[in-house]
């Protein structure tokens, strides 16, 4: 579909900030190789063959006995016994670049855990002898994951409430902006410490609570175009000529509303992030044992003698935090009306 010439300028603008072009391609291609972690880190092999037959444990589970073993529960890919039943046949197996999921025990580390960078482990283990690598690659995943889908949900609820509020004015307004007003004056953070001895947290559960205060940030912003939106020339001529009101809003107004709305979207994101990571350090965030960049600050805090879970998992939020700070700046210029 080709541009707008309008849509082409922002477009030039944004492209002409080296920094935040060049972070959305890095970013882009780090949360791509994220989106196929399980082809990166498993402890399952990708392609085994044996015995002339093809097999997929990484998509398929197997039972031990199709390899000639005894038990018929799912084969343990790394247990010398069940090696030795596969290269006795002239098998082999294919395995990912990191033989380790995020859940995966390293049971041959040398030292206790957590253990030191290694030729088996690059980045260290945790406390618990898993993975580092590992985890950081599912939890830059499920971090940004979450973070997406909690921003694209508070931006619906924001933009609808926002052009609620600014289109009717009014009773509408002065009741909304009252609602706001004691809305984000709740202690989110005491909220769900209180809902977490209740009930087990975990991603949806996590995002719905979040989502009930994370949709106030565009409100203002959206309200403010439509307050100024309603009184153009245009718009009263088009409720002259017998246009609904809801036409109108999604017409002619929020295509204006969404310039602001755009530029303010990559900001939301590292909210999200940095609300997550602080939860999940805390101890009130996803599940103990899901991958999670808070979690390995929580660890790095309790072992200060293995310095290599904090500076990994440090390294990775202040990349991910930059990236999207410097692709929000450009995002900002670019649709910035004075340029």
């Known amino acids: ?163 609620l509020q600014g289109f009717y004015g009014g009773w509408v307004d002065l009741l909304g902006q009252r609602f706001l007003e004691v809305w984000s004056g709740l202690p989110v953070l005491y909220l769900l410490i209180i809902l977490a001895s209740f009930v087990q947290p975990n991603f949806w559960w996590l995002l719905g609570i979040m989502l009930l205060f994370s949709w106030m940030s565009l409100v203002d912003v959206v309200r403010a175009e439509f307050l100024r939106g309603r009184n153009l020339e245009y718009v009263r001529a088009a409720r002259a000529l017998g246009m609904r009101n809801g036409a109108i809003m999604y017409r002619h107004i929020l295509p204006n509303a969404m310039i602001s709305t755009m530029t303010f979207m990559p900001f939301i994101l590292t909210g999200a992030i940095g609300t997550l990571t602080a939860l999940d350090f805390l101890g009130f965030g996803l599940p103990a044992g899901a991958p999670s960049l808070g979690e390995l600050m929580a660890q790095a805090k309790s072992n200060l003698q293995a310095p290599w879970l904090g500076i990994s998992a440090f390294a990775v939020l202040g990349l991910m935090l930059s990236l999207l700070v410097f692709i929000g700046e450009a995002a900002r210029d670019a649709f910035d009306p004075r340029k």
């Open 1 to 163: 579909m080709a541009l707008s010439p309008l849509n082409r300028r922002r477009f030039t603008r944004f492209k002409a900030n080296k920094r935040g072009w060049w972070s959305l391609w890095l970013f882009m291609a780090l949360f791509t190789l994220s989106l196929g972690a399980e082809l990166i880190a498993n402890d399952k092999p990708l392609l085994l063959e044996y015995q002339g037959d093809w097999y997929f444990p990484i998509a398929k589970r197997y039972p031990e006995t199709v390899f000639g073993g005894e038990f018929p529960l799912e084969a343990n890919y790394k247990s010398p016994y069940v090696r030795e039943l596969i290269s006795a046949k002239d098998g082999w197996m294919l395995w990912p670049v990191i033989p380790f999921s995020y859940n995966s025990i390293n049971y041959d580390l040398r030292v206790p855990a957590p253990a030191p960078p290694s030729a088996a482990n690059w980045l260290g283990s945790d406390d618990q002898a898993r993975d580092v690598l590992a985890r950081l690659i599912y939890g830059f995943r499920i971090t940004v994951l979450f973070a997406l889908t909690l921003t694209l949900f508070s931006s619906i609820i924001g933009v609808f409430a926002g052009a």
